[in-house]
């Protein structure tokens, strides 16, 4: 495995770590600031979206747990995707929880500082009972 594999890898543990204690700032640190996300029934969003989501209060922040398993990873110079198969309980303060699985292609890009940060992500989870 080479380096920027292990970095790579790193930068989705670490986004699942941060999801799932609810700290958004971590989250935010990990993507780049003209990231794309692409999500089943929405127009395409970026940080700002991302971010308006993810900042309610913590009562009102849905309890996220799971697993995000990389099937591939193919670095190409200063980009590199993964395809990733996902499955999430999503617990919603109120209510019953929701599992939702699937898979995304993520884009990640190399910074000028030399960390990886995740610039586009395809998600293609959908509910399941």
């Known amino acids: 495995m080479t380096e920027d594999e292990r ?3 790193q930068v989705v543990a670490t986004w699942m770590q941060a999801s799932q204690s609810g700290d958004t ?3 935010l640190s990990l993507m780049t600031e003209d990231v794309v996300f692409m999500v089943p029934g929405q127009e395409p969003f970026g940080r700002e979206g991302f971010e308006a989501a993810a900042s ?3 009562a009102a922040r849905p309890q ?3 697993t995000n398993d990389i099937v591939e990873i ?3 110079g200063s980009w590199a995707f993964t395809r990733n198969r996902i499955d999430l309980n999503i617990t919603p303060p109120t209510g019953e929880p929701v599992r939702r699985t699937g898979c995304t292609l993520t884009l990640f890009r190399r910074e000028a500082d030399g960390r ?3 610039a586009r992500d395809a998600n293609l989870l959908m509910e399941k009972s």
Do not use: E, N, Y
Request: net charge positive.
């Open 7 to 9: 970095a790579i890898r």
């Open 64 to 66: 996220i747990d799971g």
């Open 116 to 118: 990886w940060k995740l």
């Open 56 to 58: 309610q209060p913590s």
């Open 74 to 76: 193919q670095i190409l």
């Open 25 to 27: 700032a971590t989250v």
